[in-house]
């Protein structure tokens, strides 16, 4: 399978001070909690990549770069006692973690300009048997967008360590992410998509990001640069 590389995908003017303020949001949240470092980055490229394989247009990976950003956006009101908690959430924590999608929506609902990146910010943690949250989205009701972020946000939150968690390796993230498509969570084809693509791409597109600029003037570039980097058999 041949991945096309990203065409015509340069920012337009009217969308820098957006863009400038989009990439300051997201780094004030990861700066909140530090194991969670570069996690956007990844997020959003993986996020990409998987748009390309799937044929989408500049509008819709431009979503999914953004929505990588700002998945977790909402995170910025949720309190540092229950954010960065080294253990397990109490059933109230949980309650209040799971408003994070909500009050992320809420944050960008005022920039016409992330009007498609919405779906992703409030959805991405809905699960494919309407098990999720916020609004219980089944299937199909579930935003694509959403579902491809929700993808990338798994594996990247797998394999990589947390308050409450140490790493995992490659093939036992993958192991569970198989795992949580056959019990019903997630999108089979789009999981199914990125079992085929990982080993050749994604495994490759992780690695990249970790030498990406982390300064807000360069993250753009990250994107372009993307253009090439996926140029290749896969």
Same mark, same amino acid.
Request: hydrophobic residues 40%; contains cysteine; negative net charge.
């Given at each position: 399978?041949?991945?096309?590389?990203?065409?015509?995908?340069?920012?337009?003017?009217?969308?820098?001070?957006?863009?400038?303020?989009?990439?300051?949001?997201?780094?004030?949240?990861?700066?909140?909690?530090?194991a +969670?470092?570069?996690h956007?980055?990844?997020l959003?490229?993986?996020?990409?990549?998987?748009g390309?394989?799937?044929?989408?247009?500049?509008?819709?990976?431009?979503?999914?770069?953004?929505?990588?950003?700002l998945?977790?956006?909402?995170?910025?009101?949720?309190?540092?006692?229950?954010?960065?908690?080294?253990?397990?959430?109490?059933?109230?924590?949980?309650?209040?973690?799971? +408003?994070?999608?909500?009050?992320?929506?809420?944050?960008?609902? $005022?920039?016409?300009?992330?009007?498609?990146?919405?779906?992703?910010?409030?959805? $991405? $943690?809905?699960?494919?048997?309407?098990?999720?949250y916020?609004d219980?989205?089944?299937?199909?009701?579930?935003?694509?967008?959403?579902?491809?972020?929700?993808?990338?946000?798994?594996?990247?939150?797998?394999?990589?360590?947390?308050?409450?968690?140490?790493?995992l390796?490659?093939?036992?993230?993958?192991?569970?992410?198989?795992?949580?498509?056959?019990?019903?969570?997630?999108?089979?084809?789009?999981?199914?998509?990125?079992?085929?693509?990982? $080993? +050749?791409?994604?495994?490759?597109?992780?690695?990249y990001?970790?030498?990406?600029?982390?300064?807000?003037?360069?993250?753009?570039?990250?994107?372009?640069?993307?253009?090439?980097?996926?140029?290749?058999?896969?």
């Amino acid at each position: 399978m041949r991945l096309e590389p990203l065409t015509h995908f340069e920012p337009d003017s009217a969308a820098e001070e957006t863009e400038a303020i989009l990439f300051a949001l997201a780094r004030a949240v990861e700066q909140r909690d530090q194991a +969670t470092w570069g996690h956007c980055e990844r997020l959003a490229l993986i996020s990409v990549t998987m748009g390309v394989a799937m044929g989408m247009d500049r509008d819709s990976l431009i979503a999914l770069y953004r929505g990588g950003y700002l998945h977790d956006l909402g995170k910025v009101g949720i309190p540092d006692s229950i954010l960065c908690k080294p253990g397990k959430l109490t059933s109230e924590e949980w309650v209040i973690m799971q +408003t994070h999608s909500a009050r992320g929506e809420e944050i960008c609902r $005022h920039m016409k300009s992330l009007e498609p990146v919405l779906p992703i910010i409030r959805h $991405h $943690h809905e699960r494919w048997d309407g098990t999720g949250y916020p609004d219980g989205l089944k299937g199909e009701q579930i935003p694509l967008l959403a579902r491809v972020v929700q993808i990338a946000d798994i594996y990247d939150a797998l394999t990589t360590r947390r308050s409450y968690k140490e790493a995992l390796g490659e093939e036992k993230a993958l192991e569970i992410l198989c795992q949580e498509a056959q019990r019903g969570w997630r999108d089979p084809q789009l999981t199914a998509l990125f079992l085929d693509l990982h $080993h +050749t791409v994604i495994s490759r597109v992780t690695r990249y990001s970790e030498f990406c600029d982390s300064g807000l003037d360069r993250k753009r570039s990250s994107l372009l640069n993307l253009n090439q980097f996926l140029a290749w058999e896969a």
